[in-house]
Antibody
Framework: EVQMVESGGGSVQPGGSLRLSCAAS????????MDWVRQAPGKGLEWVAN????????YYVDSVKGRFIISRDNAENSLYLQMNSLRAEDTAVYYC??????WGHGTLVTVSS | DIQMTQSPSSLSASVGDRVTITCRAN??????LSWFQQKPGKAPKSLIY???NLQSGVPSKFSGSGSGTDFTLTISNLQPEDFATYYC?????????FGQGTKVEI
């Protein structure tokens, strides 16, 4: 069974940092592109970033470029999102996704003073 | 960035109805389009990829069509479990962009 389990969400003050993790199983992680997608409370879906199976290519939405870093550890079947200089508008549920086909349950990030 | 415009933003329907949701891209995306269903408090679920290909396990009541800039998602014989919000997504170029969503309500 394909499964992604996100962790690392929580409350942080503006300007702070958080690192999200996603533990993947049930598919060949090391051969798969992986994505992060977020959803602000009561809003639609926003694609955040993705990473090639070997980590050699990474893409970001403009609003997080220079602040967020996507990475992966294929030995651990894990995906990460390092979020720095957090803003109130980054408040959202963050979903880990296997090539936008299967999704985790999400982890909530709240940025507030 | 490619903009995806869904219509309508919401619709009211009844059990047994057939509904159609439209997604329009502001530039050609070939068939690089997916559709997702999302229920309140749940993660999105992939329904269709490549504009018209059903994901494994998705019932055939869902169908997609289109190419270029105009796409449709059709749901036949609407059932209570189909009441949800539906999103399109283009994956022709970066950044990937979603439509704003269509809420299907009773």
């Amino acid at each position: 069974e394909v499964q992604m389990v996100e962790s690392g969400g929580g409350s942080v003050q503006p300007g702070g940092s958080l690192r999200l993790s996603c533990a993947a199983s049930g598919f060949t992680f090391r051969s798969s592109w992986m994505d992060w997608v977020r959803q602000a409370p009561g809003k639609g879906l926003e694609w955040v970033a993705n990473i090639k199976y070997d980590g050699s290519e990474k893409y970001y939405v403009d609003s997080v470029k220079g602040r967020f870093i996507i990475s992966r550890d294929n030995a651990e079947n894990s995906l990460y999102l390092q979020m720095n200089s957090l803003r109130a508008e980054d408040t959202a549920v963050y979903y880990c996704s296997w090539s936008l086909n299967s999704w985790g349950h999400g982890t909530l990030v709240t940025v507030s003073s | 960035d490619i903009q995806m415009t869904q219509s309508p933003s919401s619709l009211s329907a009844s059990v047994g109805d057939r509904v159609t949701i439209t997604c329009r891209a502001n530039q050609g995306i070939s068939n690089h389009l997916s559709w997702f269903q999302q229920k309140p408090g749940k993660a999105p679920k992939s329904l269709i990829y490549g504009a018209s290909n059903l994901q494994s396990g998705v019932p055939s009541k869902f169908s997609g069509s289109g190419s270029g800039t105009d796409f449709t998602l059709t749901i036949s014989n609407l059932q209570p479990e189909d009441f949800a919000t539906y999103y399109c997504l283009q994956y022709k170029s970066y950044p990937r962009t979603f439509g704003q969503g269509t809420k299907v309500e009773i």
